[in-house]
């Protein structure tokens, strides 16, 4: 939808009234909510109580991406679950795990297809990153491009349009030996991380602060280790 997130609210959790039986009768039937739950819960006295509401909590949905992995596929869907609303999406990725044989070639074409990605104001249909919804959400951008500097890609490093309150496609390209991604920046921003080998991987998914936030993982390709994971339980 090209609406305003409250325009949209307000039109789909609109109610009406069967004349005969006096039954409420909901405009919506489903909403899946992915996100903070405080926000989930807020949204959820807005819709009808007969409306089937489905929360999703924030996750961290690291993407990883092994030698066998077809690389046009998953550049193109890197790209658009990372720049989906801007980046502020509770789904989006926080850390995208690439092994070293592929790295080199992931970093290639995730380059040349971002150039295609335009910025800008929705005003203009062919942009697909808009302005970040909330000014305040800036500082905290800022202040993630800061703690990785070092890391930031020379060609996607990081701009921002302060007024129009745009960020462009940055890309941060921090070794997972130097430690994984766990936080939501809420922007444009690739964390790709290079892994040596599959059991590497190890160091992301048994940190502490992964199992905070465990929710989903895209694998393009085959993984042993991600396989384990399927018969973990806490």
């Not at 193109?76 to 658009?80: E, F, H, R, T, V």
């Not at 104001?121 to 000014?135: C, D, F, H, Q, V």
């Given at each position: 939808s090209s609406e305003e997130r409250e325009t949209f609210i307000r039109k789909h959790s609109l109610c009406k009234i069967n004349p005969d039986t006096k039954k409420r009768i909901s405009s919506t039937k489903v909403v899946i909510f992915t996100g903070n739950p405080i926000n989930a819960t807020r949204l959820r006295k807005i819709f009808d109580s007969e409306v089937l509401f489905i929360a999703n909590g924030a996750g961290h949905n690291p993407v990883v991406v092994t030698?066998?992995?077809?690389?046009?596929?998953a550049v193109?869907?890197?790209?658009?679950v990372q720049t989906y609303n801007q980046g502020q999406d509770c789904a989006a990725p926080?850390?995208?795990l690439v092994h070293k044989k592929v790295y080199d070639g992931f970093l290639k074409l995730l380059k040349v297809r971002l150039k295609k990605v335009k910025t800008g104001?929705?005003?203009?249909?062919?942009?697909?990153?808009?302005?970040?919804?909330?000014?305040k959400n800036l500082e905290k951008i800022i202040c993630i491009l800061n703690e990785n500097s070092e890391w930031l890609d020379s060609a996607y490093r990081g701009n921002l349009n302060?007024?129009?309150?745009?960020?462009s496609p940055t890309i941060i390209a921090k070794p997972l030996a130097r430690g994984?991604?766990?936080?939501?920046?809420f922007a444009p921003i690739f964390f790709v991380q290079k892994y040596e080998k599959d059991s590497e991987l190890s160091s992301y998914f048994e940190n502490s602060r992964y199992e905070e936030n465990a929710m989903y993982i895209t694998v393009f390709g085959?993984?042993?280790?991600?396989?384990?994971?399927?018969?973990?339980?806490s």
């Open positions: 030698p066998s992995a077809n690389l046009s596929q193109d869907a890197c790209i658009k926080n850390a995208i104001p929705y005003t203009n249909k062919l942009n697909i990153i808009g302005p970040i919804s909330e000014r302060i007024k129009d309150c745009l960020v994984g991604n766990y936080e939501e920046a085959e993984s042993k280790y991600v396989e384990s994971l399927l018969h973990y339980t």
